[in-house]
């Protein structure tokens, strides 16, 4: 790992990882991925992670997980209330509309 080297991949802030140490100031992604820099003050940066204890990362992936699963939800209800005013509205087929609101859906939230 070299900090002047060229970034190859970027995670965004909250990602969860797992890691082990591999040099000074640096981690080696434990999916293979490559390194990632622990505090980038040398180049302006700052703290770029924070090491969480087994508890604290299981507990933090299972809030990330609720909060998906909520968003998931959130959507869900987007698309049924489309589904149901163009069914009112048209007499049309609720599962091809269904599969047409969900794909329109997903582009603007994913």
């Given amino acids: 790992p070299d900090g002047s080297a060229t970034a190859v991949d970027r995670r965004l802030e909250g990602t969860l990882l797992r890691a082990r140490p ?3 100031n640096w981690v080696r992604l434990d999916d293979g991925s490559g390194f990632m820099m ?11 992670l924070e090491p969480l204890t087994p508890a604290a990362y299981d507990a933090a992936l ?6 998906a ?10 698309v049924e209330a489309a589904v149901a005013a163009e069914v009112a509205r048209s007499g ?3 599962a ?3 599969e047409q609101v969900r794909s329109e859906v997903l582009k603007r939230y994913v």
């Fill in 69 to 78: 699963l909520d968003e998931r939800r959130k959507i869900d209800g987007v």
């Fill in 96 to 98: 091809r509309i269904r």
């Fill in 38 to 48: 622990l505090d980038g003050k040398g180049l302006g940066l700052g703290r770029l």
């Fill in 62 to 67: 299972e809030a990330q997980r609720a909060a």
């Fill in 92 to 94: 049309g087929d609720a």
């Fill in 22 to 24: 591999a040099a000074e």
